[in-house]
């Protein structure tokens, strides 16, 4: 499967493979952010977030050959941490490489599904440099890129068709965004199904690589930086023929929030709805708070990403909560 071939009847396809591990996750009614507000929990997938949709889809179509010479892939965590997680179940060696910058918290929930963690180098670029290069020698492990593979983007996807059947006049779907994997899977299906519903991505002001390169109208790089939402670091490849061109003809636009607005996010899932998101799985409800997005008429889904957020985090978070 190539870019021109990600449309609705891919992630069609690939569907029955994302089923074997991923759940359909709930829509959450949220009256606080708006009255036809619903957050779309990826956070509760049995990894704790989408990527386990994208991982399955690739994965548990690999057939026996390859799935000898084992995968593997580079990730912040989650991506990682889905495709340890569905290779152990399959007895697939996997290889998961990451920069030193990963939370501890994360490199534990990879030393927990036995692969070979493949630590080191500054940056998530980094790590991704080291991945591809072990999968291009002969019968080396197979790649599962979490935003060039067309097959993961597929796999993403299947969330947006879950989205149109649990909500069919969505108006408005608000997804995080990194290297596009997930809003550009997404945006295929409700692009397909609902052509008038508007697609907003959400990313942190530092560090944001696709809204970057959407401004430029190429993959461009740009510096990582510390921030509450790490699982939304790294870039999106300067070869990116694959998320980037479907970000940038589907999606209706991209805003970005700060530091504090991402931890209201945070805060709000937590305090109202006793729900743990990440800071990158809480972007879309920060950008609602703060006002950086406005509702329109009819039903919006926040897409949550994921769950995996550090503990201390979380502490300090309900500790600013209760006063």
Same mark, same amino acid.
């Given at each position: 499967?190539?870019?021109?071939?990600?449309?609705?009847?891919?992630?069609?396809?690939?569907?029955?493979?994302?089923?074997?591990?991923?759940?359909?996750?709930?829509?959450l009614h949220d009256s606080?952010?708006?009255?036809?507000?619903?957050?779309?929990?990826?956070?509760?997938?049995?990894?704790?977030?989408?990527?386990?949709?994208?991982?399955?889809?690739? @994965?548990?179509?690999l057939d026996d050959q390859?799935?000898?010479?084992?995968?593997?892939?580079?990730?912040?965590?989650?991506?990682?941490?889905?495709?340890?997680?569905?290779?152990?179940?399959?007895?697939?060696?996997?290889?998961?490489?990451?920069?030193?910058?990963?939370?501890?918290?994360?490199?534990?929930?990879?030393?927990?599904?036995?692969?070979?963690?493949?630590?080191?180098?500054?940056?998530?670029?980094?790590?991704?440099?080291?991945?591809?290069?072990?999968?291009?020698?002969?019968?080396?492990?197979?790649?599962?890129?979490?935003?060039?593979?067309?097959?993961?983007?597929?796999?993403?996807?299947?969330?947006?068709?879950?989205?149109?059947?649990?909500?069919?006049?969505?108006?408005?779907?608000?997804?995080?965004?990194?290297?596009?994997?997930?809003?550009?899977?997404?945006?295929?299906?409700?692009?397909?199904?609902?052509?008038?519903?508007? @697609? @907003?991505?959400?990313?942190?002001?530092?560090?944001?690589?696709?809204?970057?390169?959407?401004?430029?109208?190429?993959?461009?790089?740009?510096?990582?930086?510390?921030?509450?939402?790490?699982?939304?670091?790294?870039?999106?490849?300067?070869?990116?023929?694959?998320?980037?061109?479907?970000?940038?003809?589907?999606?209706?636009?991209?805003?970005?929030?700060?530091?504090?607005?991402?931890?209201?996010?945070?805060?709000?899932?937590?305090?109202?709805?006793?729900?743990?998101?990440?800071?990158?799985?809480?972007?879309?409800?920060?950008?609602?708070?703060?006002?950086?997005?406005?509702?329109?008429?009819?039903?919006?889904?926040?897409?949550?990403?994921?769950?995996?957020?550090?503990?201390?985090?979380?502490?300090?978070?309900?500790?600013?909560?209760?006063?």
């Amino acid at each position: 499967m190539d870019c021109q071939q990600l449309n609705l009847d891919a992630i069609r396809a690939v569907r029955p493979l994302v089923d074997q591990f991923a759940i359909r996750t709930p829509l959450l009614h949220d009256s606080a952010l708006g009255t036809e507000v619903s957050l779309k929990l990826e956070s509760l997938q049995p990894t704790g977030s989408f990527k386990i949709r994208g991982a399955a889809a690739k @994965i548990v179509g690999l057939d026996d050959q390859q799935r000898q010479r084992g995968v593997i892939t580079a990730s912040t965590g989650n991506h990682g941490r889905a495709v340890a997680h569905i290779a152990l179940a399959l007895d697939i060696p996997a290889t998961i490489c990451v920069s030193e910058n990963l939370p501890a918290g994360k490199i534990a929930a990879f030393q927990s599904l036995d692969c070979t963690l493949d630590v080191g180098g500054p940056s998530q670029d980094a790590a991704f440099d080291r991945a591809i290069e072990a999968a291009s020698a002969p019968d080396g492990p197979i790649l599962v890129h979490s935003i060039l593979d067309p097959v993961v983007l597929a796999g993403q996807g299947t969330c947006g068709l879950e989205i149109v059947e649990q909500q069919p006049a969505t108006a408005l779907v608000i997804v995080p965004v990194s290297g596009g994997g997930l809003i550009a899977g997404i945006s295929v299906a409700i692009k397909s199904l609902l052509p008038n519903a508007k @697609i @907003i991505g959400v990313s942190m002001n530092k560090g944001a690589a696709m809204h970057a390169s959407i401004n430029a109208g190429r993959p461009v790089q740009v510096p990582e930086a510390r921030t509450l939402a790490d699982s939304l670091q790294g870039g999106i490849g300067l070869d990116n023929n694959t998320s980037f061109p479907i970000v940038r003809e589907l999606v209706d636009e991209i805003v970005l929030i700060d530091e504090d607005e991402i931890a209201a996010g945070m805060l709000h899932a937590l305090r109202v709805h006793r729900l743990i998101l990440e800071g990158a799985g809480a972007v879309g409800i920060g950008a609602l708070l703060a006002g950086k997005i406005e509702p329109p008429d009819g039903p919006v889904v926040v897409v949550c990403s994921g769950a995996n957020a550090e503990l201390a985090t979380v502490a300090e978070l309900a500790a600013r909560g209760s006063h």
